[in-house]
């Protein structure tokens, strides 16, 4: 019923009330106390009823303003996932779309009447369909945002990369119940968007510096990302015994962070004199340029890491010093006359954190190695690998 006119007929039903209670007390043949009593509480009970309907009239107002509210902030959201620049989509676990902003629509080039219900397979190149299926199903098993990068064919055949942001959503009983899917098109940058985002100076411009001598230890920060002006970083930790390992070197043009390792000890100390800029990573996250010109510097330390990784499951100290030094030769060597030199200078104590082995036992290796002639020093105690092939014959 509408409150308002149920307020009206209780206003008209109090008047009645109100005329007959007069009438009652004053006719002859009534007792005195009998009628106006009963009206009396008649009358007062239509008093509380008519109170309560107000109270109840006010409370609906609220409640109407408080759904306007809700409604415009609705609205407000509902614009903001629809006009969006990136495309978004919200999946079934199983990848069926239930819901698509335009921007997704257009980049699938079809109208969203017709994506919504579809499986997203049918937009992913046949190539790349099993490696799709394999991450939704990975999907299931964790609570991480993944990154994907997947290959799509437009309606009309047309075909495009696409980067995606993928989040699971989980019900009380953790069971997926939503895929929420970012998608950018990476294919259709102009040339010199790219070759701008590249460029050194675009990324230092307007920063502070910050140098450090060699030697000294370098401040590290979760909110911030380090990007190497000048100079060569080396970054490490400690094991249980509080014995150096080194897990990687950082040059000019690259990036290192404590934000980009789980490691709860790490380090990075200057190998030479560096400088330093700072990139904050909520600025990362906000600024798509920015985010595209890093992800080639985050890539090339990932695969540094790896590297460095399979050092440690080689059985033999010899083939982990041959590998290493083939590795320091493609990050940090210069090539000279005589061979490659180091730029910067390696102690034994650094080789031997590298290789899981003692220092006694790297200063062995590289005096057979000079016995060989495949290594030798300069007059600052740089390594300079000779031309020919580092390779120490193993121990029996």
Not at 2 to 18: D, G, S, T
Not at 164 to 189: C, E, M, P, S
């Amino acid at each position: 019923m509408n409150i308002k006119l149920f307020i009206q007929r209780l206003e008209a039903l109090h008047k009645p009330l109100a005329d007959l209670y007069q009438t009652a007390s004053i006719l002859p043949w009534i007792p005195p106390d009998m009628l106006p009593q009963a009206f009396q509480e008649l009358y007062s009970t239509s008093k509380m009823v008519q109170l309560a309907a107000e109270e109840l009239y006010q409370q609906n107002e609220a409640l109407k303003e408080t759904q306007n509210l809700l409604e415009t902030e609705r609205q407000h959201y509902q614009d903001l996932f629809e006009y969006a620049p990136d495309g978004y989509l919200v999946t079934n676990p199983e990848g069926i779309i239930e819901n698509a902003n335009l921007t997704a629509a257009k980049l699938l080039n079809i109208s969203r009447q017709f994506l919504i219900g579809k499986a997203m397979i049918n937009f992913v190149c046949l190539e790349e369909r099993q490696h799709f299926r394999h991450e939704l199903n990975q999907l299931h098993h964790t609570d991480r945002t993944k990154e994907l990068v997947i290959r799509l064919q437009q309606r009309h055949g047309e075909y495009f990369d696409a980067a995606f942001t993928v989040k699971v959503v989980r019900d009380q009983q953790t069971q997926a119940v939503h895929l929420l899917w970012l998608i950018r098109n990476i294919g259709d940058r102009q040339p010199t968007e790219l070759q701008s985002a590249k460029n050194y100076s675009d990324l230092i411009e307007n920063r502070p510096r910050y140098k450090h001598s060699k030697g000294e230890n370098i401040s590290l920060n979760n909110s911030v990302v380090w990007y190497i002006c000048r100079g060569l970083v080396k970054l490490s930790t400690f094991s249980e015994t509080g014995e150096e390992v080194l897990l990687g070197l950082a040059k000019t043009q690259m990036v290192f962070g404590s934000s980009m390792t789980s490691l709860s000890i790490y380090q990075a100390t200057a190998l030479s004199d560096v400088e330093l800029v700072p990139i904050y990573a909520s600025e990362i996250l906000v600024t798509p340029k920015l985010s595209h010109t890093l992800l080639p510097k985050i890539n090339q330390r990932l695969q540094q890491t790896e590297s460095f990784l399979v050092i440690s499951k080689k059985q033999l100290v010899e083939d982990r010093l041959n590998y290493l030094l083939e590795l320091l030769k493609q990050e940090v060597g210069e090539q000279i006359e005589s061979g490659t030199r180091f730029s910067v200078r390696f102690t034994h104590e650094d080789i031997a954190s590298a290789c899981g082995t003692t220092r006694v036992t790297i200063t062995r290796l590289f005096g057979k190695l000079q016995q060989q002639g495949l290594i030798t020093f300069d007059a600052k105690k740089h390594i300079i690998l000779k031309n020919s092939e580092v390779r120490i014959q193993k121990s029996e």
